[in-house]
């Protein structure tokens, strides 16, 4: 089955730009959607397609793909978006995987 | 609004055999693809199963002929069959649902999560 690779963990500071990557080969031919989970909560999702935000997702959030890499982008990180950030796509065998997790720290 | 409801988690011992239910309320689960979506205790989410609106059905190499998903029409709601329990199978399951058009697919939205405990 596929697989989806993210970093472990990320920091960043408060009001600067942060980039949340997922490696895979299914990325070369589905897109990547974002889920941001905190603490004791169920997963959000905050960008799908090649680049759409739910209604009520901040506009600082964006997501965007090139080749095997998807990547979830935040632009001015606030201190409420220190959360858990997952990846998931499909693939041609009927998987859905999600990456390992991305935890962001805002410092 | 569009919302969904687990139910049926638990304390259950090893070998033992447990039923989730989802139940869906502002869409209709049959015309939509449902999947269920686990996460151990500290650890990431892990996709489960999948349900078709065509009734095609998928399952992780982890559960594969030990869960079975399925729906019942007229209830609105999703299940989840697990059988031969294990301890490492405990977990919060989610059910969501997902929208799929290639090569696009996203999960919204979640239910609020399950706990299931295996152990004796």
């Known amino acids: 089955s596929s697989e989806l690779t993210q970093d472990p963990a990320v920091s960043v500071a408060l009001g600067q730009t942060v980039r949340i990557t997922c490696q895979g080969d299914?990325?070369?031919?589905?897109?990547a959607s974002w889920y941001q989970q905190k603490p004791g909560q169920a997963p959000v999702l905050v960008i799908y397609g090649k680049n759409n935000r739910p209604s009520g997702i901040p506009d600082r959030f964006s997501g965007s793909s090139s080749g095997n890499t998807a990547s979830l982008t935040i632009t001015g990180a606030q201190a409420e978006d220190e959360a858990d950030y997952y990846c998931n796509s499909r693939d041609s065998s009927g998987n859905h995987p999600f990456g390992g997790g991305t935890k962001l720290t805002v410092l | 609004e569009v919302q969904l409801v687990e139910s049926g988690g638990g304390l259950i011992q090893p070998g033992g055999s447990l039923r989730l239910s989802c139940a869906a309320s502002?869409?209709?689960?049959?015309?939509?693809?449902m999947s269920w979506v686990r996460q151990a205790p500290g650890k990431g989410l892990e996709w489960v199963s999948v349900i078709y609106s065509g009734g095609s059905t998928y399952y992780a190499d982890s559960v594969k002929g030990r869960f079975t998903i399925s729906r019942d029409n007229s209830k609105n709601t999703l299940y989840l069959q697990m059988n031969s329990l294990r301890a490492e199978d405990t977990a919060v399951y989610y059910c969501a649902r997902e929208i799929a058009a290639a090569p696009y697919n996203w999960f919204d939205p979640w239910g609020q999560g399950t706990l299931v405990t295996v152990s004796s």
């Open positions: 299914s990325l070369r031919s589905y897109y």
């Open positions: 502002g869409f209709t689960v049959s015309s939509n693809y």
